[in-house]
């Protein structure tokens, strides 16, 4: 099994800034893509930003410009910095990744998500 540990959501004011952490741990031979979504209380759950393993990277119309992605595959670690926050971008954020275990067989695998609040 993998697990994936979501850290670093919080209470920030408009304009502010926060950076997510998603750790992976457990039976994990390779990750492949990697990403962050998030829900609004009400609304579908949705992408906010993909990194591939060679780290190519996409993104939400709605970040661009204002949140980056990255990654570290040494440490199994993928990172969202979130620049310039509004009120919308409040949500409950998820890590995924796409991780090839050591039978060669790959899954996707979501964190238990972490809080964003904009809030002045």
């Known amino acids: 099994q993998v697990q994936l540990v979501e850290s670093g959501g919080g209470l920030v004011q408009p304009g502010g800034s926060l950076r997510l952490s998603c750790a992976a741990s457990?039976?994990?031979?390779?990750?492949?893509?990697m990403g962050w979504y998030r829900q609004a209380p009400g609304k579908q759950r949705e992408l906010v930003a993909t990194?591939?393993?060679?780290?190519?990277?996409n993104y939400a119309d709605s970040v661009k410009g204002r949140f980056t992605i990255s990654r570290d595959n040494s440490e199994n670690t993928a990172y969202l910095q979130m620049n310039s926050l509004k009120f919308e971008d409040t949500a409950v954020y998820y890590c995924n990744a796409n991780v090839r275990d050591w039978t060669f067989l790959s899954s996707d695998y979501w964190g238990q998500g972490t809080q964003v609040t904009v809030s002045s």
């Open positions: 457990g039976r994990i031979f390779r990750i492949n893509a």
């Open positions: 990194i591939s393993s060679g780290g190519s990277t």
